[in-house]
């Protein structure tokens, strides 16, 4: 059974300043299990913005947000962080993967905050690893991969908890064409696997991945094309 796994319903977030900004203008957008959805617009058009408001990070100035079922303006700030850690993985742009730290434990380490014990966090990373096809480079560190490398591992990270939704921001902006081409592979194979996923970009071929494309512009959505549906 399908269900909404994120809900915007009328969303505005206005920034405060003279005059205020109004980078979102009643936006409304469901995101079902199992959909791909990318959200395609220009410099300034409000990804970032709707980035932070689908992850929990930021909250809307009128509206409504719901996450995996939950209105986040009925949750503090434990609340909104214990959301982020069960029900949203994170993919960025620059990977946001602790150099310390080698490959193997920056995916477990997505585990601690879910209280999954010290064993089994083992065992799901290694998996995780081995998901995006990184088994073989579970313990390198960040600085010893390549940026695909990099991003793989993130993708496991943000995988390792199963959650309900990956939130994807620019994933493929650091690397080059071919090695950005590998990685929309990889997500396609995961949402062939049932992950489901919101990616945000500013390019129309990364977008053209996705069979369901939202684009906002001056914080509005303005088209929403589905694959095999026209009109
Ligand atoms: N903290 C803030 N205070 C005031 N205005 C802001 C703030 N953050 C963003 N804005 C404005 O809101 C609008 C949307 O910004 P946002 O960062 O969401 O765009 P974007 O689509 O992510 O752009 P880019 O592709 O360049 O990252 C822009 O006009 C921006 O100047
Ligand atoms: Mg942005």
Not at 18 to 29: H, K, T, Y
Not at 56 to 83: F, M, N
Not at 110 to 136: F, I, K, N, S
């Amino acid at each position: 059974m399908t269900r909404p796994v994120l809900e915007l319903v009328d969303v505005v977030r206005q920034y405060p300043g003279s005059p205020p900004v109004r980078a979102l203008d009643r936006v409304n957008l469901t995101v079902l299990t199992g959909e791909w959805v990318a959200v395609i617009g220009p410099s300034g058009s409000g990804k970032s913005t709707l980035l932070n408001l689908m992850g929990a990070l930021d909250q809307p100035t009128s509206g409504t947000v719901r996450i995996d079922g939950y209105d986040v303006a009925g949750l503090d700030d434990e609340r909104l962080s214990a959301l982020r850690g069960h029900s949203l993985g994170f993919v960025f742009q620059s990977f946001h993967l602790l150099a310390s730290l080698t490959a193997w434990e920056n995916v477990a380490t997505a585990l601690v905050y879910r209280g999954v014990p010290a064993a089994e966090r083992r065992d799901r990373a290694a998996a995780a690893m081995t998901r995006v096809g990184l088994g073989h480079r579970i313990g390198h560190r960040p600085a010893q991969l390549s940026g695909g490398e990099c991003q793989r591992v993130a993708i496991a990270r943000a995988l390792v908890g199963e959650p309900a939704l990956v939130l994807a921001d620019e994933p493929t902006g650091n690397l080059d064409t071919r090695t950005g081409e590998e990685i929309m592979g990889l997500f396609r194979e995961l949402n062939g696997d049932g992950t489901t996923l919101v990616l945000i970009t500013h390019d129309p071929a990364i977008a053209a991945s996705a069979p369901r494309r939202v684009r906002i512009r001056d914080g509005r959505i303005v088209a929403s094309e589905l694959d095999g549906v026209t009109g």
